[in-house]
């Protein structure tokens, strides 16, 4: 089958061409294949590192009618669908949305088919307990099952495969042009083409089309091959743009941890039991303003916001043993001056900033478990929750920083996960799935595990509509 | 036991591993961690005798290597527990025995039995070797029976109490204070946790010690060692209390207890070690400690020697050929009592104490939880 053709090989012809690697690819491939289509998956990233974010992720979240043996209580399409409502303020298509969520009642016992396995909600995440499945040892063990699947069935997968061009007719697709790890050219041709291929979040020169050197001191989470390099692609052949290619979903984390896939262990939940200040050694948000999973997304936005995207969090003693363990070990000092100029800062402001917070705090029953009623008094910006005066040594200090997990900009779709033109008419071939499309139902905001349910559904999706196409 | 490279590395690791915890539903090392936010030693090392190697935490991790933090927990743990036989083996100037070679110096004590048996018999007694036996006792004429019973029981004895010693010593360094005998509850879940092999399944599909894909073979092949050892000693047993109790006197007929507890278990010492020896040589090399290849291989071979030499002792002992099978299963299974204290025998008996401790921890630890 390989033939030359404008000096690149000419290598296969199959049925589905699956851009991408991670869950929404194999749900994709998957599908596709137990349709009787010959389907190949064309991942960027080496062995060791594919799956894209997804090897990142713990669950997904998921309808039920009735609790099971991980998911210990039922979980209506409507009280998802108002979870997502007030996410997203109303930012999404609600046709699409109302569907996804439906459609996802069906993964429990389809991703128990192709061999994944759940385990209850992990420590410290009983608030998820009955809303989202965890995947037993963690979203690479859930890839790992998916491509052993897959495998099985025949699926070709071909690493380290980066997507330089696609082969547009007026939305029509024909072939890809890849470059593979030696740096030569091929040309892989499909009936039909499902993109899958993730964000752009890994892509700081992009980013800074709307951050500027702001960017620069963003931390990646996930994978650093989200270059969004298909997303362009497919922009640029007329396809329709879906979500606000400024929003990107940021988290705090440790200012340590690595510029790429540090993925979990490198969050850090002691926000609301201290205080955070800017590299001026200033407050500028209130710490304590809801329970941290629901407040820990706005605060990547909030540091990249100040001077050189840097905060820093201080908390004393009493703090200790109320929050997840972080991976790196705070400075440690008995004084705030200590703290301040191990971290950077100007130890007499710290020392004033500190001291008026604690002036400010009054009297209250800390409670970690409800919105408690210690908080500040005349301080702008207030503490409004599980404020507590600073004055207990040792004194710990962690930095922060902007961590990007995704990119909502995507391209837009139908209910056959079918990509459309700009001018709104659906593609012929052409299919997409995950975060590359998850702006048509996450457009704002974030809703734990939302981000997979959204790629398995539209993967299986995108899998079954491909396979048709293909055969006619 | 003292700090070492390796507690070192193993505290790394937890620190990491207690931050992510995507693998708390795969064993009871996890939700042991969990419940720790700083890793003494001790901590350590009760860890990593939970840990039953099975490798899905290798294959799930989304830091293993090539990632940079390079977390690589069934490694680390599988060098501290020999580690940790070491630091606690009694009398502790044995214990460097561990480090690879115990095995072999073990087998080399029992080639010497052999050999010292072997040429005082060739020098009383030569005829009595080579000859053919068909009457009952005819193994004392080999070896007297109050001699065979007095030097294979002080030593099976002394292998007792050198274990015990031991695993009292790891038993104090996991900072645990009261005595398992004070909770039957949770020796009673430590048992059925051993003899189910529980952990030994990488949360339900079985272990990844090859590829990611998890496989049923490796518990099946521990399983057949196990019981097959047990049932063993059954043989022996039952033929201690046919000898003392009713005077039968060995060797015994086919149908017999004995022969029947020997030729099963022996059976499943000869499967269970094979098969173990092949999973381990196909293990994944980056999840593999090699410096611990020879504590493990010695013991799976001492294992299968003892079976095969025991069944063809059994098939040919009304042939001339049993005087000098006798004394080599006789030498061999000498090599195996020596070896139980300072080989990887009491890996079982590290783990059992482990998962005895994980239990007493678990019940008091629920007891304790506030109420949801």
Redesign the interface.
């Known amino acids: 089958m390989t033939a030359k053709k404008n000096g690149k090989v000419q290598q296969g012809h199959y049925d589905v061409v699956i851009l991408g690697g991670g869950n929404a690819a194999l749900c994709a491939a998957i599908t596709a294949a137990r349709l009787g289509s010959s389907v190949i998956i064309l991942e960027a990233a080496p062995k060791?590192?594919r799956g894209g974010n997804s090897?990142?992720t713990?669950n997904l979240r998921l309808a039920h009618d009735e609790s099971n043996e991980v998911l210990t209580a039922p979980y209506t399409v409507e009280e998802f669908y108002s979870d997502l409502m007030r996410v997203t303020d109303g930012e999404t298509d609600e046709d699409l949305a109302r569907f996804t969520l439906e459609q996802s009642s069906e993964l429990w016992d389809w991703l128990l088919e192709q061999g994944v396995?759940f385990?209850?909600s992990?420590?410290?995440t009983?608030q998820l307990s009955h809303t989202n499945a965890?995947?037993?040892?963690?979203?690479?063990?859930l890839m790992?099952a998916m491509y052993?699947t897959a495998e099985a069935m025949g699926v070709e997968v071909r690493y380290d495969t980066e997507v330089v061009d696609l082969g547009f007719d007026d939305g029509h697709f024909t072939q890809a042009t890849v470059r593979l790890a030696d740096g030569s050219q091929e040309i892989i041709a499909g009936q039909s083409l499902v993109a899958a291929a993730g964000g752009f979040e890994a892509n700081i020169e992009w980013l800074r089309e709307y951050w500027g050197d702001a960017a620069d001191n963003f931390i990646v989470r996930g994978t650093p091959y989200n270059r969004g390099g298909v997303l362009r692609l497919m922009l640029d052949n007329g396809m329709m743009a879906v979500g606000d290619p400024k929003q990107c979903h940021a988290v705090a984390l440790d200012a340590r941890a690595?510029k790429f896939?540090g993925?979990?262990?490198t969050r850090l939940d002691c926000v609301s039991l201290g205080i955070v200040v800017n590299a001026d050694g200033d407050r500028f948000y209130d710490e304590g303003e809801d329970f941290w999973p629901k407040r820990y997304a706005i605060w990547g936005r909030l540091i990249a916001h100040q001077p050189d995207q840097i905060a820093h969090v201080i908390i004393d003693e009493k703090a200790q043993?109320l929050f997840?363990?972080?991976?790196f070990k705070p400075v440690t000092s008995d004084t705030i001056a200590g703290i301040a100029t191990q971290l950077d800062l100007d130890p007499a402001k710290l020392e004033d900033t500190v001291a008026t917070y604690n002036a400010a705090v009054v009297p209250g029953t800390f409670d970690t478990q409800r919105l408690d009623d210690c908080r500040t008094e005349q301080l702008d910006p207030p503490k409004t929750h599980w404020a507590r005066r600073i004055d207990t040594p040792p004194f710990y200090g962690y930095s922060l920083r902007p961590g990007i997990t995704f990119t909502y900009l995507g391209v837009r779709v139908n209910r056959n996960a079918q990509v459309l033109m700009a001018d709104g008419r659906p593609t012929s071939n052409v299919f997409a799935a995950g975060e590359i499309m998850a702006g048509n139902v996450l457009g704002k905001g974030y809703l734990a595990g939302i981000g997979m349910t959204i790629g398995a559904v539209f993967g299986r999706i995108a899998g079954r509509e491909a396979a048709r196409r293909a055969r006619n | 036991m003292l700090e070492t490279e390796t507690t070192k590395e193993a505290e790394r690791l937890m620190?990491?591993c207690?931050?992510?915890?995507?693998?708390?539903?795969?064993c009871a090392v996890f939700?042991a961690m969990?419940i720790r936010?700083n890793f003494a030693t001790g901590d350590l090392s009760y860890l990593a005798n939970l840990c039953h190697n099975c490798g899905?935490?290798f294959?799930?991790?989304?830091?293993a290597p090539?990632?940079?933090?390079g977390v690589n927990v069934p490694k680390t743990f599988a060098k501290l527990r020999r580690e940790s036989y070491e630091a606690y083996t009694w009398p502790a100037f044995l214990g460097p025995l561990f480090r690879s070679n115990g095995v072999a110096v073990c087998l080399l004590s029992g080639l010497g039995f052999v050999l010292i048996l072997g040429i005082t018999l060739l020098m009383n007694e030569p005829a009595a070797l080579f000859q053919a036996h068909t009457d009952a006792g005819s193994f004392y004429a080999i070896m007297p029976h109050n001699v065979m019973a007095t030097l294979f029981g002080s030593v099976f004895l002394f292998a007792i109490f050198a274990i015990i010693m031991g695993v009292r010593n790891f038993w104090r360094a996991t900072g645990e204070n009261e005595t398992p005998l004070a909770d039957p509850p949770s020796l009673t879940q430590a048992l059925h946790d051993t003899f189910t092999l529980k952990y030994l399944d990488?949360?339900?599909?079985g272990c990844s010690t090859g590829t990611?894909?998890p496989s049923p073979w490796r518990k099946r092949f521990h399983h057949a060692t196990f019981y097959g050892f047990l049932l063993c000693f059954a043989a022996t047993t039952t033929g201690t209390i046919y000898h003392y109790v009713f005077d039968w006197v060995a060797p015994y007929g086919y149908f017999s207890l004995p022969n029947i507890f020997g030729t099963v278990g022996g059976i499943g010492l000869l499967v269970g070690p094979a098969g173990l020896w092949w999973i381990k040589r196909k293990m994944n090399e980056e999840m593999a400690e090699l410096s611990n290849r020879g504590m493990d291989m010695g013991f799976l071979a001492l294992l299968f020697l003892t079976s095969l030499t025991g069944l063809l002792l059994m098939i040919l002992r009304e042939t001339p050929a049993m005087g000098t099978l006798l004394i080599i299963h006789l030498g061999v299974v000498m090599g195996l009592f020596l070896a139980f204290p300072y080989g990887k025998f009491v890996h079982g008996i590290y783990r059992f104490a482990a998962l005895i401790r994980y239990a007493m921890e678990r019940r008091r630890d629920l007891k304790h939880a506030p109420a949801?």
């Open positions: 060791d590192w090897r990142h713990r396995r385990q209850p992990l420590g410290g009983l965890f995947f037993l040892g963690g979203g690479k063990a790992n052993r690595p896939d993925g979990i262990v043993g997840m363990p972080s991976v | 620190t990491i207690n931050a992510c915890r995507y693998c708390e539903g795969i939700p969990e936010s899905a935490c294959h799930d991790c989304q830091y090539p990632h940079e933090f990488g949360g339900g599909g990611d894909q949801e």
